[in-house]
Structures are given as structure tokens and as C-alpha cells.
């Protein structure tokens, strides 16, 4: 298999994939907010601009003059389509623009030109020669790649430079992924204005190859973690809610242990520090804070690290890492226990209980229970 037929092959593979993702997405979730319809608009646009490009490079179109001309500027939907995705999962959509009349405005009007383009080459141009309509789609493409390349801009000024709107958010994901995605997307225009600037100077469309590979490629990871990420965030805005305003949620004090090889620090007035060290920390739901060090508590307590150490290992039988995970472990198993958040994910329960991410929620997990979290829930199901 040569270069061009594996770059095709993942192109129809990518575009079956992305197809799926809307099916499942369409028919199996039961509400479908505006972030998730963005999202799968994104996918859908992106896979019918990477079938439309498949037909075309394998010779599949039909050999009538409309529908052979008839390309669809799909690509143009893509990006606006995926910034409206971010406006609305950021949650900032009445703060900044969204662009999307100005964007269906595009479309639209390229579609509606390109039909009577072809009408008037039909009719009134000798023997068909579609030389005009190959230079109108090489001039609509320049300008659909300078309005793509504003709205990244937009996108990135967004996430870049405008953090402070989207601040609310930041309590629930540290959108680490969008970056990424922006830097792969990045790539994505880099191999799109090459493959402009080779095809006009070149008239090979061999300058498109890397274009399709890198499509294809963002293809398969755009729809999961978009959809991925969305579910977790609102699970987790979801949750915080209940735990905040349920009380049977929060982690009861936890029981006093006392170490024997600690006997010369154990005394009366150490085990009142503890209690009330322990009560601000439950009360106050520190332990929900993935970043919490002994430095910060000790600050918030006004004493020194190695006394809030002393106090910890001496009463709770634990190190600070294992007392604080042992507290979001407690904080698990009331929500996995509790039959009304059976619809969240074990993830975000993991997250909002204060682990920093799903592997360490698991380890500890397991080390406290001797189970996994998903073996867990099974088990009081």
C-alpha cells in the first residue's frame, strides 16, 4: 500500500468514525445541549469535507457537470463551529462574539455563487469549460483560509489571553486538552496553507496529501475528548451543587487514631489541635482541593509545618498525603453509595471528591478499599 493509498484509507476510516460519533452522540444521549451540538456539527462538517475530498481523489463523482462541480465548502464550518463549541463549553457565550450568522452568511452565499456559476458555464460557456470555475474554487478557498485563520485567532485570544472570563470553569477543568487541540489545529492550518500556496504555484493536487493525513488524524481525537470532557465538566458542576448543599454528602469527622511510637507527643492539648485541625478541614472541604499542600494548611492554621506533620501522623495514623486521601475516599463512597448519582461518571466523582486526576483517584482507591471505584459501585448495586 503506496503513501496516497494509506492516506486515503485513513481519510474513509476517519470519516466512517466521525459519522459514528454523531449516531451515538444523536441516539443514545438523552439531552443535547448546545456544546454537544457544536461539537457534533464540528465532526459532521469535518467528515463530509474529508468524504467529499475522498470521492474526489478516487474518482467516484459522477461525470454529470453539477454534480461534479458541485464542492460543497464544508472546511469553512469547521473552525467557527468548533470556536462556538468552546464559547459554550467555557460557558462565556454572552461575552464575546459567536459568528455564527456571519459564518451560515459565508456558506451560504459560496454555495448559492457556485450553483449559478455552474449554471452559466453549463449554458453560455463552449464545450463546458469549467477553466472559471477552477479559479473561483482556488479564490474561495484563499478566502475561506484568511476567515478560518480569524476565527482561530479568536479561539486562541479566547483561551490564551481572556482566561479571566472563563475563570468559572477553570474550578472544574484546567482545559489543558483545548490547548492541545489548538496547537494540533495549528498544524491543521499549517499543512492548509501550504497545501494552497503548492496547488496554485504546482496544479498537483498531491500538495493536499498531508493536509488529508493530518485531518484524519485530528478526526479521531477531536469528537472523544470534546465529548469526553463536556460530560465530566457538567457531572462535575452537577455534583459540587449537591455536596454543597446536601450535607449527608460531606465527609462525617473522621475517627481519632493515636500512634504508640508517638506516645511522647500525645497528650490532651495535641489531640484538641488535631480535633479542631480535623473539623476545619471536613467543615471547610479542603481535601476537595487537588493541590492542597501542608504548607497552605499549616498557613491557614497559623502553625508550622512540621507541628501540623507531628499532629497528623500522631492521631490520624497516616502521613498528610494518605490522611487527605483517606478523606476524599470517604467523600467517594457517600456519592458512589447514594443511588441518586448513579448517572454521574466514576470519573467525575473521582475529581470532585479532590483527586487531580482518574489514575490517582483509582490508586488510592484501591488502596483504601481494596477495590476499584467501578467494582465498588457494582458491589452496593
Known amino acids: 500500500m503506496n503513501l496516497v493509498a494509506t492516506i486515503n484509507f485513513l481519510l474513509i476510516a476517519g470519516v466512517i468514525q466521525g459519522f459514528l460519533f454523531n449516531l451515538v452522540t444523536l441516539f443514545f444521549r438523552k439531552k443535547l445541549t448546545k456544546a454537544i451540538w457544536f461539537l457534533n456539527l464540528t465532526v459532521l462538517f469535518l467528515s463530509l469535507n474529508n468524504l467529499q475530498a475522498w470521492i474526489r481523489e478516487n474518482g467516484y463523482s459522477s461525470d454529470i457537470l453539477f454534480i461534479k462541480q458541485l464542492e460543497v465548502p464544508w472546511y469553512v464550518l469547521m473552525f467557527p463551529f468548533f470556536y462556538l463549541f468552546l464559547v459554550h463549553f467555557l460557558k462565556v457565550e454572552n461575552k464575546v462574539k459567536d459568528y455564527l450568522k456571519l459564518t451560515l452568511a459565508v456558506f451560504f452565499l459560496e454555495v448559492i455563487f457556485r450553483i449559478f456559476l455552474i449554471g452559466f458555464v453549463y449554458?453560455?460557456?463552449?464545450?463546458?469549460?469549467?477553466?472559471?470555475?477552477?479559479?473561483?474554487?482556488?479564490?474561495?478557498?484563499?478566502?475561506?483560509?484568511?476567515?478560518?485563520?480569524?476565527?482561530?485567532?479568536?479561539?486562541?485570544?479566547?483561551?490564551?489571553?481572556?482566561?479571566?472570563?472563563?475563570?468559572?470553569?477553570?474550578?472544574?477543568?484546567?482545559?489543558?486538552?483545548?490547548?492541545?487541540?489548538l496547537k494540533l489545529c495549528c498544524i491543521v492550518l499549517f499543512c492548509w496553507v501550504l497545501a494552497v500556496v503548492f496547488f496554485n504555484i504546482t496544479g498537483n493536487r498531491d500538495a493536499y496529501l498531508l493536509l488529508r493525513f493530518t485531518d484524519s488524524l485530528i478526526l479521531y481525537w477531536i469528537g472523544y475528548q470534546g465529548f469526553y470532557r463536556y460530560n465530566v465538566v457538567n457531572d462535575r458542576i452537577m455534583l459540587r451543587k449537591s455536596i454543597t448543599t446536601n450535607k449527608a454528602l460531606q465527609v462525617a469527622d473522621s475517627q481519632i487514631k493515636s500512634r504508640q511510637d508517638k506516645v511522647d507527643f500525645i497528650n490532651e492539648k495535641h489531640q484538641k489541635e488535631f480535633e479542631e485541625l480535623n473539623s476545619f478541614i471536613i467543615s471547610n472541604q479542603l481535601y476537595t482541593d487537588p493541590y492542597l499542600s501542608m504548607e497552605s494548611l499549616a498557613e491557614k492554621q497559623k502553625i508550622s509545618v512540621s507541628h501540623l506533620s507531628k499532629l497528623i501522623n500522631s492521631f490520624s495514623n497516616y502521613n498528610f498525603s494518605d490522611y487527605i486521601n483517606s478523606l476524599r475516599i470517604e467523600q467517594a463512597k457517600k456519592l458512589l453509595d447514594d443511588d441518586s448519582f448513579d448517572q454521574y461518571t466514576i470519573v467525575a466523582i473521582g475529581l470532585e471528591s479532590g483527586f487531580n486526576s482518574k489514575s490517582t483517584f483509582y490508586t488510592a482507591f484501591k488502596k483504601f478499599t481494596s477495590q476499584t471505584p467501578s467494582q465498588y459501585r457494582d458491589v452496593i448495586q
Open 123 to 181: 449554458y453560455y460557456i463552449p464545450n463546458n469549460d469549467t477553466t472559471i470555475i477552477s479559479r473561483y474554487t482556488a479564490f474561495e478557498e484563499i478566502i475561506n483560509l484568511i476567515y478560518c485563520l480569524f476565527i482561530f485567532g479568536q479561539a486562541l485570544i479566547l483561551v490564551f489571553r481572556k482566561q479571566k472570563l472563563y475563570n468559572y470553569i477553570l474550578t472544574y477543568d484546567y482545559i489543558n486538552w483545548i490547548k492541545l487541540f
